[in-house]
Protein backbone atom coordinates (compact mmCIF):
# COMPACT_ATOMS: atom_id res chain seq x y z
CA UNK A 1 0.00 0.00 0.00
CA UNK A 2 1.61 3.65 -1.12
CA UNK A 3 2.13 5.92 1.82
CA UNK A 4 -0.36 8.80 1.52
CA UNK A 5 1.64 11.33 3.11
CA UNK A 6 -1.12 12.07 6.03
CA UNK A 7 0.74 11.95 9.26
CA UNK A 8 -1.52 11.21 12.69
CA UNK A 9 -1.57 15.07 13.24
CA UNK A 10 -2.76 15.75 9.79
CA UNK A 11 -5.73 13.48 10.87
CA UNK A 12 -6.58 14.88 13.97
CA UNK A 13 -6.79 18.30 12.94
CA UNK A 14 -9.61 17.23 10.01
CA UNK A 15 -10.88 15.82 12.74
CA UNK A 16 -10.80 19.03 15.26
CA UNK A 17 -11.99 21.05 12.03
CA UNK A 18 -15.29 19.22 11.65
CA UNK A 19 -16.02 19.17 15.80
CA UNK A 20 -19.63 20.04 16.45
CA UNK A 21 -19.54 19.38 19.98
CA UNK A 22 -20.80 22.39 21.20
CA UNK A 23 -22.80 23.75 18.41
CA UNK A 24 -26.39 23.89 19.27
CA UNK A 25 -24.49 26.78 21.93
CA UNK A 26 -22.70 28.76 18.86
CA UNK A 27 -24.13 31.56 18.08
CA UNK A 28 -22.65 31.68 14.74
CA UNK A 29 -22.03 28.03 14.47
CA UNK A 30 -18.87 25.56 14.55
CA UNK A 31 -15.90 27.02 12.84
CA UNK A 32 -12.80 25.64 14.78
CA UNK A 33 -9.97 28.67 14.55
CA UNK A 34 -6.74 26.80 15.43
CA UNK A 35 -3.18 25.66 13.44
CA UNK A 36 -0.67 23.35 14.48
CA UNK A 37 2.58 22.23 12.70
CA UNK A 38 4.91 19.08 13.94
CA UNK A 39 7.81 21.61 13.25
CA UNK A 40 6.22 24.60 15.41
CA UNK A 41 8.51 25.48 18.63
CA UNK A 42 6.64 27.73 19.80
CA UNK A 43 2.80 27.35 20.75
CA UNK A 44 0.60 30.07 22.06
CA UNK A 45 -2.67 28.65 24.17
CA UNK A 46 -5.05 31.38 24.43
CA UNK A 47 -8.90 31.90 25.11
CA UNK A 48 -11.31 31.87 21.92
CA UNK A 49 -11.52 33.64 18.73
CA UNK A 50 -13.44 36.60 18.63
CA UNK A 51 -16.10 37.73 15.66
CA UNK A 52 -13.31 38.54 13.66
CA UNK A 53 -11.32 35.32 14.29
CA UNK A 54 -13.90 33.63 12.92
CA UNK A 55 -14.19 35.29 10.04
CA UNK A 56 -10.61 35.23 8.86
CA UNK A 57 -10.49 31.78 10.07
CA UNK A 58 -6.91 33.24 11.31
CA UNK A 59 -5.47 33.05 14.63
CA UNK A 60 -5.18 36.47 16.37
CA UNK A 61 -6.00 38.43 13.18
CA UNK A 62 -7.63 41.37 15.33
CA UNK A 63 -6.37 44.28 17.68
CA UNK A 64 -5.14 41.77 20.22
CA UNK A 65 -3.14 39.69 17.42
CA UNK A 66 -1.55 43.40 16.83
CA UNK A 67 -0.54 43.84 20.57
CA UNK A 68 0.31 40.27 20.94
CA UNK A 69 3.33 40.40 18.17
CA UNK A 70 4.10 43.81 19.58
CA UNK A 71 4.62 41.98 22.81
CA UNK A 72 6.60 39.25 20.96
CA UNK A 73 8.33 41.68 19.22
CA UNK A 74 7.88 39.52 15.46
CA UNK A 75 5.57 40.72 11.99
CA UNK A 76 2.71 38.79 10.93
CA UNK A 77 4.85 36.81 8.73
CA UNK A 78 6.46 34.94 11.40
CA UNK A 79 4.26 34.84 13.53
CA UNK A 80 1.68 33.02 10.48
CA UNK A 81 4.57 31.10 9.72
CA UNK A 82 2.97 27.56 10.64
CA UNK A 83 6.49 26.25 10.71
CA UNK A 84 7.22 28.46 13.81
CA UNK A 85 4.66 28.67 15.49
CA UNK A 86 0.92 27.15 16.59
CA UNK A 87 -1.74 28.09 18.07
CA UNK A 88 -4.54 26.11 19.73
CA UNK A 89 -7.04 28.51 21.87
CA UNK A 90 -8.97 27.24 25.07
CA UNK A 91 -12.25 27.04 22.70
CA UNK A 92 -11.64 26.46 19.06
CA UNK A 93 -14.87 28.49 18.00
CA UNK A 94 -16.50 31.87 18.46
CA UNK A 95 -18.35 31.32 22.07
CA UNK A 96 -20.92 34.32 21.87
CA UNK A 97 -21.01 37.56 24.07
CA UNK A 98 -21.90 37.74 27.80
CA UNK A 99 -24.81 40.42 28.72
CA UNK A 100 -22.03 43.39 29.86
CA UNK A 101 -20.48 42.80 26.25
CA UNK A 102 -17.69 41.06 26.66
CA UNK A 103 -16.89 37.89 25.16
CA UNK A 104 -18.30 34.34 26.70
CA UNK A 105 -15.54 32.71 28.32
CA UNK A 106 -14.54 29.58 26.24
CA UNK A 107 -17.04 26.55 26.03
CA UNK A 108 -15.99 24.32 28.35
CA UNK A 109 -16.14 20.67 26.34
CA UNK A 110 -13.38 22.16 24.04
CA UNK A 111 -9.79 21.76 25.72
CA UNK A 112 -10.89 18.45 27.41
CA UNK A 113 -11.56 17.09 23.86
CA UNK A 114 -8.92 18.16 22.06
CA UNK A 115 -5.67 19.45 23.69
CA UNK A 116 -4.22 16.45 25.31
CA UNK A 117 -4.16 14.59 21.87
CA UNK A 118 -2.96 17.61 20.13
CA UNK A 119 -0.28 18.21 22.66
CA UNK A 120 1.01 14.62 22.26
CA UNK A 121 1.38 14.88 18.38
CA UNK A 122 3.29 18.26 19.07
CA UNK A 123 6.72 17.06 20.26
CA UNK A 124 8.75 20.00 19.10
CA UNK A 125 6.99 22.77 21.23
CA UNK A 126 9.42 23.71 23.57
CA UNK A 127 7.44 27.06 24.63
CA UNK A 128 3.98 27.01 25.76
CA UNK A 129 2.67 31.21 26.01
CA UNK A 130 -0.61 30.55 28.24
CA UNK A 131 -2.49 33.91 26.60
CA UNK A 132 -4.90 34.95 29.83
CA UNK A 133 -6.44 33.25 32.60
CA UNK A 134 -8.32 30.57 31.28
CA UNK A 135 -5.49 29.06 29.79
CA UNK A 136 -3.50 29.82 32.60
CA UNK A 137 -5.97 28.16 35.24
CA UNK A 138 -6.15 24.66 32.77
CA UNK A 139 -2.48 24.30 32.78
CA UNK A 140 -1.08 26.10 35.81
CA UNK A 141 -4.17 25.71 38.25
CA UNK A 142 -5.50 28.24 40.52
CA UNK A 143 -3.96 31.86 40.94
CA UNK A 144 -4.85 35.37 39.29
CA UNK A 145 -3.47 35.94 36.45
CA UNK A 146 -1.59 38.78 37.26
CA UNK A 147 0.54 35.71 40.20
CA UNK A 148 0.83 33.37 37.68
CA UNK A 149 2.52 36.23 35.01
CA UNK A 150 4.67 37.50 37.37
CA UNK A 151 6.03 33.63 38.43
CA UNK A 152 7.02 33.14 34.79
CA UNK A 153 5.69 29.57 35.54
CA UNK A 154 8.94 27.82 34.66
CA UNK A 155 10.93 26.51 31.58
CA UNK A 156 7.76 25.29 29.59
CA UNK A 157 5.07 27.66 30.23
CA UNK A 158 5.26 31.47 29.45
CA UNK A 159 2.32 32.86 30.92
CA UNK A 160 0.79 36.13 29.86
CA UNK A 161 -2.25 38.55 30.04
CA UNK A 162 -4.86 38.17 27.28
CA UNK A 163 -3.70 41.22 24.66
CA UNK A 164 -6.91 42.91 24.15
CA UNK A 165 -7.25 46.52 24.78
CA UNK A 166 -8.44 46.19 28.74
CA UNK A 167 -5.12 44.85 29.43
CA UNK A 168 -3.43 48.73 29.28
CA UNK A 169 -4.50 49.69 32.58
CA UNK A 170 -2.64 46.65 34.00
CA UNK A 171 0.07 47.45 31.89
CA UNK A 172 0.47 50.42 33.76
CA UNK A 173 -0.51 49.31 36.92
CA UNK A 174 2.50 46.69 36.34
CA UNK A 175 5.33 47.86 34.91
CA UNK A 176 7.42 45.08 35.95
CA UNK A 177 5.98 43.29 32.93
CA UNK A 178 7.50 45.82 30.43
CA UNK A 179 10.62 45.72 32.29
CA UNK A 180 11.07 41.59 33.14
CA UNK A 181 8.74 40.14 30.82
CA UNK A 182 8.71 41.55 27.45
CA UNK A 183 12.44 41.14 27.05
CA UNK A 184 12.66 37.21 28.06
CA UNK A 185 9.67 37.21 25.89
CA UNK A 186 11.56 38.82 22.92
CA UNK A 187 14.54 36.22 23.88
CA UNK A 188 12.88 33.14 23.41
CA UNK A 189 10.79 34.28 20.63
CA UNK A 190 13.94 35.47 18.79
CA UNK A 191 15.58 32.22 19.95
CA UNK A 192 12.52 29.44 18.71
CA UNK A 193 11.26 31.25 15.44
CA UNK A 194 14.52 32.35 13.79
CA UNK A 195 15.16 30.82 10.81
Known amino acids: MAHTGITPLDTLA ?4 GCTLCAAALPLGPRPVFRV ?11 APGTKVHASGLPFDDASGDRLRGWMGIGRATFYDATK ?5 M ?3 YPGRLPNGGDAPPRPE ?14 AAELILLV ?14 TAHVQ ?3 GERFMPLPHPSWRTTGWETK ?16 ARLTYP
Open 174 to 189: NPWFADKVLPRLRAEI
Open 85 to 89: IAFLP
Open 132 to 145: GGYAQRRYLGKGSM
Open 151 to 153: SGA
Open 110 to 123: CAPAWHGKFLALLP
Open 14 to 17: AAAR
Open 37 to 47: SPTARLLVISQ
Open 91 to 93: GFC
